[in-house]
């Protein structure tokens, strides 16, 4: 879906104990992988608690358009008749992504081994982001690309007639690129090798390994070592979606910031290549408890704590950390801001490529609402005022960025003046329920005229 209508500005205002239990949405990026895998397998795939946000939603619809059939069962279950490695057809219109760039380049992926010619495009934030990243992979593969220039969408895809097998070392770290090229992996013969030099987030080597694929992972000095054969015949699954710890990150973040909070997020996958934020959070001295720890699906999972925390100080966040928690950049700066002293945030160049520039739009906006801080090209620095010394104030500008909106509604829960943004509407591309699950937690978040 290009676009999201007309702007809803929305603010945020102090509020009373956030108390309760926050029950988040499934995961982002397996909710994709699930409709994604699920194409390409023949047979039936289910899947109960998918993300049902316009970005999983458009991977959906992509996947009709590929000769899937995807069908809403209701409550967040979802079955997938798939076609198979190498069965997608030609899609008739143009595959729109909306404002998805995980949609997006996995399904680049997906069908670049394929003898078939798909365009692509998204929003105006999807088609500033740089796609030849993916499709630079992809062309060693035989796929043919031609896009706007800076390798931007909107851009059409001509899949390899006669795939081969690629060796590939990532350049940037990127779950998005690695999947893309284990993706388009599935339908090229022999081995494909992916390489990457820091660990990303792993749903994609779990998942092909849990639909059937031989896939194996080695760490040796130049990275960890990623190794699929390729042409299998993926079996179909069940699929349960845990909770997203990236969406838990805001009602976890804002309890710790709000006076006599205490909430409880049940049921968050805690995977290490996804949980560096809650370390985070641990180290700067945030009540945050994991309880009834447990696994399902084979991934770590517990139920989080999270109470109100009124001597959080600034760390370094280790730069070793990045890729785990790279989602939450946005949201750790405002509790940074709450902090006494000040948070180092270094080697996040990735933040600037992001549905917006994460870097730039939140130094504005926490400027705005007299927050210091300091930035460069893969660094920034908060200057934490403490409890009780966060102006607020300010409009910022979300451009676009779902977690942009959510980040500055959170930090107007504890500011002296209320913290507005121009536009919430992004905000239904990861956590369409925000607004009520952050409101019967005692939130005062209200849509404001523009
Ligand atoms: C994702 C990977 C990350 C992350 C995004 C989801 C995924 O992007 O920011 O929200 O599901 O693979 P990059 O691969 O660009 O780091």
Not at 133 to 145: I, K, N, S, W
Not at 156 to 166: C, F, K, W
Not at 363 to 381: T, Y
């Amino acid at each position: 879906m290009s676009g999201h209508g007309d702007p809803i500005p929305m603010t945020s205002r102090a509020c009373g104990p956030l108390t309760g239990r926050a029950e988040v949405p499934g995961d982002k990026s397996i909710s994709h992988r699930s409709l994604i895998l699920g194409a390409l397998c023949v047979g039936e795939t289910t899947i109960s608690g998918l993300l049902e946000g316009q970005d999983v939603l458009d991977t959906a619809q992509a996947m009709r358009a590929f000769g899937a059939k995807v069908t809403d069962l209701g409550e967040g279950n979802w079955s997938v008749q798939g076609v198979g490695v190498g069965g997608f057809a030609e899609p008739d219109g143009v595959i729109d992504c909306g404002n998805s760039g995980t949609g997006v380049r996995l399904i680049m992926g997906a069908m670049a081994t394929s003898p078939i010619v798909a365009t692509f495009s998204g929003d105006a934030s999807l088609n500033g982001r740089p796609m030849a990243r993916v499709t630079d992979p992809l062309a060693l593969f035989g796929c043919q690309t031609v896009g706007r220039s800076g390798g931007r969408l909107p851009m059409t895809l001509v899949g390899a007639q006669d795939p081969v097998s690629v060796r590939y070392t990532v350049p940037v770290p990127s779950a998005q690129v690695k999947s893309a090229v284990l993706l388009a992996g599935l339908n090229a013969p022999g081995q494909t090798v992916v390489i990457e030099a820091e660990a990303t987030r792993d749903h994609t080597e779990r998942m092909l390994a849990g639909f059937g694929a031989e896939i194996s992972v080695e760490n040796t000095e130049e990275g960890r070592v990623i190794t699929l054969t390729g042409q299998p015949e993926l079996q179909p699954q069940h699929i349960e979606v845990p909770r997203d710890p990236s969406s838990a990150a805001f009602p976890v973040c804002a309890a710790l910031i709000v006076p006599g909070s205490d909430v409880l997020v049940p049921g968050i996958g805690l995977n290490p290549t996804r949980a560096g934020l809650f370390t985070t959070l641990r180290e700067m001295g945030a009540d945050l408890t994991y309880e009834n720890e447990r696994e399902e699906g084979g991934e770590p999972v517990a139920d989080l704590r999270a109470r109100f925390s009124p001597d959080l100080k600034g760390i370094e966040v280790p730069e070793d950390r990045a890729a785990s928690m790279i989602d939450e950049y946005p949201v750790l700066s405002v509790v940074a801001a709450y902090a006494q002293g000040e948070t180092v945030m270094r080697g996040v160049k990735e933040l600037r490529v992001k549905e917006s520039d994460r870097i730039d739009a939140m130094a504005a906006g926490l400027r705005a609402n007299g927050i210091d801080l300091q930035d460069g090209p893969d660094w920034w620095i908060v200057q934490g005022r403490g409890h009780g010394n966060v102006a607020g104030g300010a409009t910022c500008a979300s451009h676009l960025d779902h977690r942009i909106a959510m980040s500055f509604l959170i930090l107007g829960m504890a500011s002296e003046k209320p913290v507005s943004v121009d536009d919430g509407g992004p905000i239904a591309t990861s956590f369409p329920i925000f607004e009520p699950l952050m409101g019967q937690l005692g939130a005062q978040i209200n849509r404001t005229e523009s």
